[in-house]
Structures are given as C-alpha cells and as structure tokens.
C-alpha cells in the first residue's frame, strides 16, 4: 500500500562538504531508510524533486542555497537541437541491451575507467566496489539496466528507473575514449526516446546547478521543465 506522503518521517544530514559549488556546504533531507517505497509512491516524491541514490530517496535542504533545482524532460515537447541530432544520427550504429544488473567485472571496470577520467577530482573517486554496488547495483522492481554496444564492446551503461508517469536517469557511465560518440548526451537522448516509445510523460534528469559546469548542461535539452517554488516551470 502507498503511504501518504504527509505521514512520511524524514530526515537531515548534518552540514557536509557540497558535492558541486566549491567551497560550500550542504544539507540533505532524505526518507526514513526504513519506509517502503513502491512505485507509485517513488513516483510522487519525484514529483516533489526528489531523487534515488542506492537505496536512499533524497532532495536537498540547505538553508541559505537554491541552487540544486530539479529538473525534467517533457517527453512529448522535446525538440533536439542540431547539434543532439548529429550526436543521435552518430550513434544509430550502436545496440542497446538491457541486463537484470551490473554487478560483473565488465560494468565494474567501465565504470572504474570513466570515474577515473571524467571525475578524478570527485567523492567517488578512487572507486570501490562496495560503494559501485551500493550506488548502482541495490536493485528493486523499478531498476532497470541498458548496456551500449559498439559490436561486441561494450561502451556505456544507463542505470534507469521507470515511474508511473516518467523514467528517471538514475546514472550514465561510458568509455571515455569514445569522446566522439558524445556518448552521455545520446544516453540522455536515447532515454527520452525511450519514455516516448513508453507512453510516459517526463525524463527526470537531477538537478539542474546554473554554477556548476558538470550539472549546467541538462538546460540545453529544451524545454526543460524546472521545480521552482513547489511547481514545475517551463525553461524556454
């Protein structure tokens, strides 16, 4: 049965080292671990700007900053630009496979190499395996696993999660040696796609950071639709 989201306990982190904007702090407020989250329960709280990371449900709450604004892809409004075109029209080669997990060494190392590449000056960087399975591999009914196949090698992996009404991008690793493919923008591509050929409404893409090179980018899929003020608004 789906709890009403009234009678949710939540919780606080103490202030910690913020993820994204030097030199600042962060709090979290995240869902009583102990709570059954369903689908559709898993659902509202998205709608609410919410996120999944392992098997904690979470959204920011830091006093003095807004800058972690959630952030989502109307399915059926998107438009590509010319530029994700050529990105989509570069890619049609690969195949795209979906696994029940990614707990083999496979996945393991691609994921190794990518953190170790594009995010060496991270929080999960030196990887391990505990916190890779913690993160990516703590399964449940709405978890779901695309492997991206350039022939037999195997170059991207997409951890998604699929709502009601939306899928969410949970996690985007990929080879960092196939830069040209711009492998991350078609995994975000290649989704959107997917929650069409779905019948769903919205992509959930995380939060959206004006101030922060790394999340900054998701404004360029439009429109994108904002969580601003306890309602979502549309970013021309």
Not at 123 to 133: A, G, I, L, S
Not at 208 to 236: F, G
């Amino acid at each position: 049965m789906t709890s009403s989201i009234r009678d949710l306990k939540v919780y606080t982190t103490y202030p910690h080292s913020c993820s994204y904007l030097e030199d600042q702090e962060a709090v979290t407020l995240f869902l009583d671990p102990q709570q059954a989250v369903d689908k559709t329960l898993y659902s509202n709280l998205s709608g609410l700007g919410f996120r999944r990371s392992g098997s904690h449900v979470y959204r920011p709450h830091c006093e003095n900053c807004s800058a972690c604004i959630p952030a989502r892809i109307p399915v059926e409004q998107f438009v590509a630009s010319r530029s994700q075109r050529r990105v989509r029209d570069r890619n049609r080669d690969l195949t795209v496979i979906e696994t029940d997990d990614i707990s083999d060494n496979a996945a393991y190392a691609l994921y190794e190499n990518y953190i170790g590449e594009r995010h060496a000056d991270g929080d999960m960087y030196p990887t391990e395996r505990e916190q890779y399975d913690s993160f990516l591999n703590e399964a449940s009914s709405y978890s779901h696993y695309f492997r991206f196949y350039d022939g037999q090698k195997m170059v991207a992996v997409a951890v998604v999660d699929v709502l009601d009404d939306a899928l969410s991008a949970i996690y985007t690793f990929f080879d960092p040696a196939a830069g040209k493919r711009s492998l991350g923008t078609y995994a975000i591509l290649w989704q959107v796609e997917k929650a069409r050929d779905m019948g769903l409404d919205y992509l959930y893409l995380g939060y959206w950071i004006r101030n922060c090179q790394k999340m900054a980018y998701k404004s360029s899929y439009r429109p994108l639709e904002l969580y601003l003020n306890n309602h979502w608004s549309t970013l021309l």
